[in-house]
């Protein structure tokens, strides 16, 4: 089966950092780009950044360019986002996501996690 | 910024057809993806590079574009398909959600 899973999530103060991690399996890990997406409790869906298979492409939102940085581990099968400088509009149900097709570019986000949870409070 | 725009809600009757609407000033030069996202649940792809289907996505839902306008098309609709339906491309700096349309059938 194919699965990706959040984890990391928590309550933090503004300011702080947090590294979520998202572990995948059952598909070959390093021939897929990888996302985050965020949803704000109540709201849509945000983009936060995306991650070609061989680590050569990343792009982020405009909220978060500078203060987040995407990464991964093709021999861990898994997927970083680190976050700094967090803030309280970056608390939201964060997604891990499997791009639908292979290679350097994005197509879309075909496996999704269950999401975890981040809250920045003071 | 790149910007997709979604009417907020929408209301079908069951078996009737829903159109979803989806507008960007950049999406005639790039593919579209929909997403259906039900309550407590995370979203499901129901549609990528604008008309194609994942596996296991039934035929009734179909994805078009014309020029900076992309739709998805629900036909035959369930109480099943209720929910949050979200649009979204990238293009070479950026991706972008649109805002949501919540779709009834009642």
């Known amino acids: 089966e194919v699965r990706v899973m959040e984890s990391g999530g928590g309550s933090v103060q503004p300011g702080r950092s947090l590294r979520l991690s998202c572990a995948a399996s059952?598909?070959?890990?390093?021939?897929?780009?990888m996302h985050w997406v965020r949803q704000p409790p109540g709201r849509g869906l945000e983009w936060v950044s995306s991650i070609s298979w061989e680590s050569d492409k990343k792009i982020y939102a405009d909220s978060v360019r500078g203060r987040f940085t995407i990464s991964r581990d093709n021999a861990k099968n898994s997927l970083y986002l680190q976050m700094n400088s967090l803030r309280a509009e970056d608390t939201a149900l964060y997604y891990c996501?499997?791009?639908?097709?292979?290679?350097?570019?994005?197509?879309?986000?075909?496996?999704w996690g269950q999401g975890t949870t981040v809250t920045v409070s003071s | 910024s790149y910007e997709l725009t979604q009417p907020p809600s929408l209301s079908v009757s069951p078996g009737q057809t829903a159109s979803i609407t989806c507008s960007g000033d950049?999406?005639?030069?790039?593919?579209v993806c929909w997403y259906h996202q039900k309550p407590g649940q995370s979203p499901v792809m129901v549609v990528f590079?604008?008309?194609k289907r994942p596996p296991g996505i039934p035929e009734r839902f179909a994805g078009s574009k014309s020029g900076n306008t992309a739709t998805l098309t629900i036909s035959g609709a369930r109480a099943s398909d209720e929910g949050d339906y979200f649009c979204q491309a990238w293009d070479s700096k950026t991706g972008v959600f649109g805002g949501g349309t919540k779709l009834t059938v009642l």
């Open positions: 996501a499997k791009d639908v097709g292979t290679g350097y570019n994005f197509y879309g986000l075909d496996v």
């Open positions: 950049k999406l005639g030069d790039n593919y």
């Open positions: 059952g598909f070959t890990f390093d021939d897929y780009g």
């Open positions: 590079q604008s008309n």
